[in-house]
């Protein structure tokens, strides 16, 4: 089977400091893959690299293209880069903020990327907007209420329906369930389960929270200092880390 | 004025501009940057029309001003006597006699010919500026083809009132590929934009020329669903009976009472001469009346 | 009967004519004439040449005689003259180290070679109105001192020399004119430069202030302010060497801000720039806080999302003459698009109309 996703070397710098170093691995679809580390370790850094928010400075960033095969992202133009962007690609930003529109509607935010790639039917577009809100349990009668009118667990649930709508086959989340209440990350984190199971996505998620890979992730990368120290299953590597670095990790998460 | 070259702007300038028109029309829609010169009139009164009119003129040209559909509203008066002045050129108010138009507002209702060009005062020529106010983000929306967020202003005009809620300045999609504004028109005139004629659009403030060739693609966008409507006041003109011109509604005393008259003054006296009388018109074709503004 | 609205250029010439009297005010007072208004509203003749972009007082006198005092409307005035003027070539840079200075001053330094020289400034006057004005009378002549001769080195190029400051990086290149070219983003530093020197002085003035209180604050002392006449040079092509053609009257100001640096680029100051024609010092230290502020990417520091620091948003909009322009032509008729809307309105409030009846 051809990886969805193949990542090789790669490297981003800030200066003499590194983002992430030398970072290769493979994703199939249908697979989640964790990456876990503390804030400043790379993670964050490395998927923006993937995602093309930054430029790497050196490395490989292949994915498998419906219609042209495994292509490297890197080397696309920004037209096929950004088109890639809004169709088989997903980003679900840690603050809802970024990657909501605060001044258009829920059901307008929804509606951008089928717009975006040529649905001209008002009524379509509004039909499938109500069937992901539903899904991802807004109820239909806020469609016309802008997100500023939302709880952050909403905003984020909106958020995930806005990236969703299109069928994208990879998603990328930087910390979804940060910055909400204990409570509403567990809702979301069943949400977003299920969503992952249902439409056989492929994901890669950064977090510093383990109970979110548990969940979610089927591997995981654990970073450091813009390393890969260690990766494996999500199961072998929380249970039986090798790494002192993700043994402090584990440790630490079960004395709290 | 003879102290100042013919249309007041030296020849240097004018094949400047002559050459951003020409890749205007390469590029229909496309918004070319040009070297704005500053005018002896305010940015905003049609600096950028008078540019490319300035371009365009040769001596023999029969020049028409338009503002608001009427050749005698101010400004209309003040362009049309600066080029009397440093052009000499003829004018006329009679659009079918004209060579070239400029207008503010209007696509005249009188089909235009493949020997006329209308020139367009445009303020702001960006039809994404209202939805993203950076430049370099806009252009790169433009080459990039982005133009998402443009229905998505549609989408909630619909949601939000039950219909696109946009009356002038109608966004259109030129020949399939580059989103323009076609100016503060009334989006009545948004089909006349597909035409015989040369369009030209001239922005001084903001420094752009874009351009219609003739005959080409000129979509308004909409949805399937909620398709372009080019609607106008549902009345038929009170002076010559027309009930397919756009219409001013003119208050006319002060018990609020009103009528409604065409915008285009050329086009109703020629109804009117022709014999069509309106509701309110005196019987006979009667010529405008002469009374002042001041 | 109802006639359309005739005679719109009869109404345009009996403004004009109205507007002449109006100028003229009452035929008993006499009349100003160009000269009087060049030599004792200079400050206002200077405004005009800086934001009108043109060296002319004699010019910028008759301008503000035109516009009835109304500035704004005296630089459009230059503008549009200055359009049509052919363009015989570009001097070579003035050099300021050569400034003949009438002032000369700075807040960083308690004294400098060359010394501090107040000249004509309103700094330390009482702001009392002078009656003895309002009467007609002879001024007694200043105290004269022989000028100093020689060159007036920076007071920058100290700091320079002890690499205190930042130095600006040479460059052969020749600057891009705002008058000749589209402005297109981003633009380098002699594009904002330019366009800052002839933005308008209240604009500049309170985005400079904004930086003082706060949004991007970049701690600005004036290191020096210096106001004299400059020698203007043009190399000839015929000749094959430069001749001087004129002279011209700057206000420069150098600013010393807050300086940059890290555990491995020792910390140094860092500069604003401003340059303007004539005696202009409150718009040449405007220019030259924010020309600082807008570094900020060159200098590695934050966006702070401040106005000062945003190039798009200072260039687009410093421009008196396109703003004056583009704000008051919503005086001109908008009723056909008005017309529209006002449709649009009615049908709205019908529909919902009907929908609350049909509810009911």
Same mark, same amino acid.
């Given at each position: ?154 905003? =984020? ?97 079960? =004395?709290? | ?83 009397? %002045? ?47 106010? %950076? ?160 | ?65 035109? #516009? ?65 004005? #309002? ?226």
């Amino acid at each position: 089977m051809t990886p969805l996703l193949q990542v090789k070397g790669l490297t981003q710098r800030y200066g003499a400091r590194i983002g992430c170093a030398d970072v290769s691995f493979d994703l199939y679809p249908g697979e989640v893959m964790g990456i876990v580390g503390e804030s400043g370790s790379g993670k964050s850094t490395l998927l923006n690299c993937l995602a093309g928010h930054l430029e790497a400075d050196a490395g490989e960033v292949i994915f498998d293209t419906r219609v042209d095969g495994p292509r490297d992202v890197r080397a696309m133009s920004e037209p096929e880069r950004r088109m890639l962007a809004r169709t088989d690609w997903a980003f679900v930003h840690q603050n809802p903020r970024d990657g909501l529109r605060m001044g258009v509607s829920a059901g307008g935010n929804v509606g951008e990327r089928l717009m975006a790639v040529g649905a001209r039917h008002y009524g379509d577009i509004r039909g499938q907007a109500l069937d992901w809100l539903d899904r991802v349990e807004i109820a239909a009668d806020r469609i016309d209420d802008r997100p500023t009118a939302f709880s952050g667990g909403m905003q =984020q649930r909106l958020q995930i329906a806005r990236n969703l709508v299109t069928g994208p086959r990879l998603v990328f989340m930087d910390e979804p369930t940060g910055g909400l209440d204990v409570s509403v990350q567990a809702r979301l984190l069943d949400l977003l389960r299920g969503l992952v199971r249902e439409m056989g996505l492929s994901a890669v998620i950064v977090t510093h929270d383990l109970a979110v890979v548990r969940l979610l992730a089927h591997r995981l990368m654990v970073m450091k200092s813009g390393h890969v120290v260690e990766a494996g299953l999500t199961d072998q590597v929380l249970d039986d880390p090798q790494h002192g670095y993700t043994q402090l990790l584990v440790s630490s998460v079960l =004395q709290a | 004025m003879s102290d100042y070259n013919f249309a007041y702007l030296d020849e240097q300038t004018k094949r400047m501009i002559r050459r951003a028109i020409l890749k205007a029309l390469a590029v229909p829609g496309y918004q070319v940057p040009f070297a704005s010169r500053e005018m002896p009139m305010p940015y905003g009164w049609g600096t950028g029309g008078v540019q490319v009119s300035a371009a365009c003129l040769v001596p023999e040209d029969r020049l028409k001003v338009i503002d608001q559909g009427a050749d005698d509203t101010t400004n209309a008066v003040s362009i049309r006597r600066f080029f009397e %002045r440093t052009a000499g050129v003829a004018t006329t108010g009679r659009t079918r006699d004209a060579t070239l138009i400029q207008t503010r507002h209007r696509i005249p209702e009188e089909p235009l010919t493949r020997d006329q060009i209308l020139v367009y005062q445009v303020p702001i020529p960006e039809p994404l500026r209202f939805l993203e106010p %950076r430049e370099t983000e806009t252009r790169k929306m433009h080459s990039l083809e982005e133009y998402g967020l443009v229905h998505v202003k549609l989408y909630e005009d619909i949601a939000r009132h039950g219909q696109i809620a946009t009356s002038y300045a109608y966004p259109v999609k030129v020949e399939g590929r580059y989103v323009m504004d076609p100016s503060p028109i009334p989006k009545f005139d948004n089909p006349k934009l597909e035409s015989a004629a040369v369009q030209l659009f001239g922005a001084g403030r903001e420094q752009r020329i874009y351009a219609l060739p003739p005959h080409c693609k000129v979509v308004s966008l909409d949805f399937e669903d909620h398709p372009f409507v080019p609607s106008k006041a549902d009345h038929a003109c009170d002076l010559c009976g027309s009930d397919t011109s756009y219409l001013d509604e003119v208050i006319v005393d002060d018990a609020g009472g009103r009528m409604f008259v065409c915008s285009d003054t050329d086009y109703c006296e020629g109804r009117r001469e022709a014999g069509h009388l309106g509701r309110l018109a005196a019987s006979g074709p009667s010529a405008p009346g002469q009374e002042d503004a001041a | 009967m109802y006639v359309a609205v005739k005679g719109g250029e009869r109404a345009i010439e009996n403004a004009h004519a109205w507007l002449a009297e109006e100028r003229r005010g009452d035929p008993a007072v006499p009349e100003l004439s160009v000269a009087q208004i060049r030599e004792q509203m200079a400050l206002a003749v200077n405004r005009v040449m800086a934001e009108g972009s043109l060296y002319d007082p004699d010019l910028a006198a008759l301008a503000i005689k035109q #516009a009835r005092g109304d500035l704004i409307e005296a630089v459009f005035l230059i503008r549009a003259y200055r359009t049509t003027l052919p363009r015989f070539g570009s001097s070579l840079p003035v050099e300021t180290a050569q400034m003949r200075c009438d002032r000369r001053i700075s807040a960083t330094f308690k004294d400098a070679p060359g010394g501090q020289v107040l000249g004509p400034t309103f700094d330390y006057t009482h702001r009392l109105l002078d009656f003895k004005l #309002a009467a007609e009378g002879d001024v007694a002549p200043a105290p004269q001192a022989a000028p100093q001769a020689g060159p007036v080195p920076h007071i920058t190029d100290f700091l320079n020399r002890d690499g205190l400051i930042q130095t600006e990086e040479q460059s052969e290149e020749a600057p891009p004119d705002l008058t000749r070219q589209p402005l297109e983003f981003p633009a380098n530093r002699a594009l904002r430069l330019q366009s800052l020197t002839r933005g308008d002085e209240g604009f500049v003035l309170g985005l400079a202030y904004s930086t003082q209180r706060g949004y991007a604050r970049n701690h600005a002392f004036v290191g020096e302010l210096r106001i004299g006449r400059v020698a203007v040079e043009m190399e000839v092509p015929e000749l094959g060497f430069a001749i001087q053609i004129g002279e011209v009257e700057l206000t420069e100001c150098e600013t010393v801000n807050q300086f940059s640096g890290s555990k491995t680029e020792p910390a140094q100051f860092t500069r604003g720039y401003g340059l303007v024609f004539g005696q202009t010092e409150r718009k040449a230290i405007s220019m030259a806080l924010v020309d600082r502020a807008l570094r900020w990417r060159e200098l590695g520091e934050d966006n702070l999302g401040a106005a000062a620091q945003d190039e798009e948003f200072v260039l687009s909009h410093c421009d008196n003459i396109q703003a004056t322009g583009f704000l008051e032509h919503i005086k001109l008729p908008h009723y056909v698009d008005f017309q529209s809307e006002l449709e649009l309105v009615r049908r709205l409030r019908a529909e919902a109309e009907a929908a609350r009846e049909a509810a009911e």
